[in-house]
């Protein structure tokens, strides 16, 4: 059982820098009282945020900080669980989130989300919504049970019959299956590739049993073909250098050829400069008579004579430049030959050096094929390889083993998931306590004076009968109907987690609830109620202090002063 002892709070909300305490064991029933804005309901938030690090109100968490102070919202709560005296202290500006176990911290390694599971889990073993179905029960932002949705409602009813373990263990079971699967996918893999490899070491074993001779042959023949191809190949080889020594012409000579040209070409061109000049020497003497250097008459006689002797001169040279032309031209016809035959030889040298390479590759392949030949006629299924299939098979029977066990195995944990599912076990346990459950809102209900048959089927879905009337359901009622259908619920539940010591507390919140619906007979029959919850600590929050205050063992009034909420002397 958890019990309260103390909640304090400072700059939270319209609170200020002093610290704001309240005792939650010193009385059975406190009435807290106070006007509208005087921080009544902060005792809400400060718990649910000194607990699960949110408001109970819907706010963002930066506005629970006071706006005038602006830093240092601290809130701090005591409470006691057997032996064992739990303080938690939450912050904001700065973030403070703090867990002590008998005055020593708990180790702050892990996350602010794992240390908040750790709370939750661990040590109060409820959630912020199972908190605020059993302990805390306000008019504006509270969500009563029966407006949950359907798996809301499930988790606090887990919560509160202490069966979410199953929850977890479905998970874990489901994680385990996702695994089995995998292995299994893997196994079934293995299996085919074993399979295979046997397939494969038989078909290995007969073909060299069938088709040795066979692949001898054939080698045998392709080894025939290659040599055959390889002579041809060295006979072309042989026809080529052949050729090349007919062609046979050394560099010297080409260079010789090539210098000779170039010598004729000389000759050619002195020739030619020559014969340009005694062609000069005839035009000079036919078209002058008197030497135009010193001005003397030049004789007929010699004049002729140097004319017949110039012509002369100059077939002679014209004679010697066609000879010469017709040289060169011969020359250098036999020039082309040579080159030609050298471009001839060149291209063979090529082609014999492809030749030779595939020779040498044909020979490779050849020795290839004899080394084959030898492992073929020398292979018999020996030992070895009868040893290798008879442990491929063996490989193969211990996957087969595995798949079905397994497979043995998937099918036992889904069935463990099945029912550890929320139509499994966790629903033969809601319908063992739904009589319990039933009979309880029934009773309360009754007390309050309001007389209906209220049922809760395992998927928490209600069935309202009213006497001498239809079936009804929760929306078909008045406010007030609900509110005694709400608050039948809550000590319902309180009394189911009293029983299992599962969301068992002393502490119970009840904020504006005789201000809202529930009439004079309503709130005389809830207080009737209240009186007979024995060692528990009641808070009643409400505006209608003068109907109530006698009706309360204690009373805290909250003012507020200059824009600050404190509990009045």
């Known amino acids: 059982?958890?019990?309260?002892?103390?909640?304090?709070?400072?700059?939270?909300?319209?609170?200020?820098?002093?610290?704001?305490?309240?005792?939650?064991?010193?009385?059975?029933?406190?009435?807290?009282?106070?006007?509208?804005?005087?921080?009544?309901?902060?005792?809400?938030?400060?718990?649910?945020?000194?607990?699960?690090?949110?408001?109970?109100?819907?706010?963002?968490?930066?506005?629970?900080?006071?706006?005038?102070?602006?830093?240092?919202?601290?809130?701090?709560?005591?409470?006691?669980?057997?032996?064992?005296?739990?303080?938690?202290?939450?912050?904001?500006?700065?973030?403070?989130?703090?867990?002590?176990?008998?005055?020593?911290?708990?180790?702050?390694?892990?996350?602010?989300?794992?240390?908040?599971?750790?709370?939750?889990?661990?040590?109060?073993?409820?959630?912020?919504?199972?908190?605020?179905?059993?302990?805390?029960?306000?008019?504006?932002?509270?969500?009563?049970?029966?407006?949950?949705?359907?798996?809301?409602?499930?988790?606090?009813?887990?919560?509160?019959?202490?069966?979410?373990?199953?929850?977890?263990?479905?998970?874990?079971?489901?994680?385990?299956?996702?695994?089995?699967?995998?292995?299994?996918?893997?196994?079934?893999?293995?299996?085919?590739?074993?399979?295979?490899?046997?397939?494969?070491?038989?078909?290995?074993?007969?073909?060299?049993?069938?088709?040795?001779?066979?692949?001898?042959?054939?080698?045998?023949?392709?080894?025939?073909?290659?040599?055959?191809?390889?002579?041809?190949?060295?006979?072309n080889v042989e026809n080529l250098k052949k050729s090349n020594e007919d062609l046979s012409f050394n560099s010297e000579n080409a260079t010789e050829q090539t210098e000779k040209i170039q010598k004729l070409k000389g000759i050619h061109e002195r020739?030619?400069?020559?014969?340009?000049?005694?062609?000069?020497?005839?035009?000079?003497?036919?078209?002058?008579?008197?030497?135009?250097?010193?001005?003397?008459?030049?004789?007929?006689?010699?004049k002729d004579n140097m004319i017949v002797s110039?012509?002369?001169?100059?077939?002679?040279?014209?004679?010697?430049?066609?000879?010469?032309?017709?040289?060169?031209?011969?020359?250098?016809?036999?020039?082309?030959?040579?080159?030609?035959?050298?471009?001839?030889?060149?291209?063979n040298d090529a082609e014999i050096g492809k030749i030779n390479f595939s020779i040498k590759e044909l020979e490779k392949f050849n020795n290839t094929l004899f080394s084959e030949i030898q492992a073929l006629e020398s292979s018999t299924v020996g030992k070895g390889e009868i040893k290798k299939l008879k442990t491929l098979k063996k490989e193969f029977s211990y996957l087969e083993k595995d798949k079905t066990n397994l497979g043995v195995e998937i099918t036992y944990s889904e069935a463990a998931r099945n029912m550890l599912q929320d139509t499994g076990i966790k629903t033969k346990v809601i319908k063992k306590y739904l009589p319990i459950m039933n009979k309880l809102i029934n009773t309360y209900l009754n007390s309050m004076e309001f007389y209906v048959n209220f049922t809760l089927d395992e998927n928490f879905n209600e069935t309202i009968k009213s006497r001498y009337r239809d079936e009804f359901t929760y929306a078909s009622f008045s406010e007030g109907e609900k509110m005694r259908i709400d608050l039948a619920l809550l000590f319902t539940w309180r009394a189911v987690a009293k029983m299992k010591n599962s969301t068992n507390t002393n502490l119970l919140i009840l904020d504006e609830i005789f201000d809202s619906s529930l009439d004079s007979t309503g709130t005389d029959e809830f207080l009737k109620?209240?009186?007979?919850?024995?060692?528990?600590?009641?808070?009643?929050?409400s505006h209608k202090q003068d109907a109530l205050a006698d009706k309360f063992r204690s009373t805290i009034r909250f003012q507020k002063v200059k824009n600050f909420s404190h509990v009045a002397e």
């Open 271 to 302: 020739l030619k400069v020559k014969r340009s000049a005694t062609n000069k020497y005839i035009d000079f003497f036919e078209k002058n008579d008197d030497c135009p250097t010193c001005e003397q008459h030049i004789d007929e006689t010699f």
């Open 310 to 347: 110039k012509k002369t001169e100059y077939e002679k040279f014209d004679t010697g430049i066609k000879e010469l032309i017709e040289e060169l031209e011969r020359q250098e016809t036999i020039n082309e030959a040579i080159q030609d035959y050298i471009r001839q030889i060149r291209e």
């Open 529 to 541: 109620i209240l009186n007979t919850l024995g060692d528990e600590n009641v808070f009643v929050i």
């Open 1 to 235: 059982m958890i019990i309260f002892k103390y909640v304090r709070w400072r700059n939270l909300l319209s609170t200020g820098n002093q610290f704001t305490e309240i005792q939650l064991d010193r009385n059975n029933t406190t009435l807290i009282i106070g006007e509208n804005g005087a921080g009544k309901s902060t005792i809400l938030d400060a718990l649910c945020f000194g607990l699960f690090g949110k408001p109970f109100r819907n706010m963002n968490k930066p506005l629970l900080v006071n706006s005038v102070n602006n830093n240092s919202c601290v809130v701090e709560v005591e409470f006691e669980i057997g032996s064992k005296k739990i303080k938690v202290i939450r912050g904001i500006k700065p973030n403070i989130f703090e867990i002590y176990l008998n005055g020593i911290m708990y180790n702050q390694d892990a996350n602010v989300r794992d240390y908040q599971k750790y709370l939750e889990q661990q040590i109060l073993k409820l959630n912020y919504r199972s908190f605020t179905q059993v302990v805390i029960l306000g008019s504006s932002t509270f969500v009563p049970f029966m407006q949950l949705k359907a798996r809301h409602r499930r988790e606090v009813v887990n919560e509160i019959l202490d069966i979410q373990i199953f929850s977890i263990m479905n998970l874990v079971m489901r994680e385990r299956l996702k695994t089995l699967v995998a292995d299994l996918r893997e196994n079934e893999y293995q299996c085919a590739l074993a399979e295979e490899k046997i397939a494969l070491q038989n078909k290995y074993i007969e073909d060299v049993k069938k088709n040795k001779t066979t692949l001898v042959k054939e080698k045998t023949a392709l080894i025939s073909t290659n040599e055959e191809e390889i002579a041809k190949r060295q006979e």
